[in-house]
């Protein structure tokens, strides 16, 4: 009995660690990461996660996104129909969908003319996008009103100064 026990406990722990390289394969990496050590991850598979941003460029069959994670942006290179799943796209107005990406990482893309980018194998929509509301800051409207007769005057006196001088 002592000894199937010990065979269990090899093959669970075995079957433990073995799980180990999946779980580091699917950790996202920043773009900062891929933009400050792109030599290591130069044609690897990664994981990168972030608000896209701008618009789809379609190019036929393939499309450009640009993905933002907070640290930086980069270029996906994907399926058009892939890039049609987005449906709102970050700008100043609209925080965009957050996506993950899976694909192969380029330093230097040779098909994209040197470009930094990413062809996508595979994209997944983690949460859509949202209207963004901007605060008006009361200080800062405070603070015009208090200073916008100082500037009028100060613009008057120096048109005033000019039109003297040519005068002469």
Not at 54 to 71: A, C, P, Q
Not at 78 to 83: A, I, M, V
């Amino acid at each position: 009995m002592c000894k199937i026990q010990k065979i269990m406990l090899i093959v669970i722990i075995t079957a433990i660690f073995s799980s180990f390289p999946v779980l580091a394969s699917e950790a996202i990496t920043s773009v900062s990461e891929l933009i400050d050590n792109g030599w290591e991850y130069d044609s690897k598979i990664i994981n990168i996660q972030g608000e896209a941003i701008g618009e789809l460029l379609e190019r036929g069959k393939y499309s450009f996104v640009n993905i933002n994670d907070g640290t930086s942006a980069i270029g996906i290179y994907l399926k058009t129909t892939d890039g049609e799943m987005i449906k709102s796209y970050g700008n100043y107005h609209k925080i965009g969908d957050s996506v993950r990406i899976t694909g192969v990482f380029n330093r230097a893309c040779k098909e994209h003319g040197g470009d930094m980018d990413i062809h996508c194998d595979s994209i997944q929509i983690v949460s859509d996008g949202y209207e963004r509301t901007h605060d008006i800051n009361k200080h800062k409207i405070i603070l015009t009103i208090v200073l916008m007769p100082f500037v009028i005057y100060g613009t008057m006196k120096t048109y005033g100064v000019i039109r003297k001088n040519s005068k002469n």
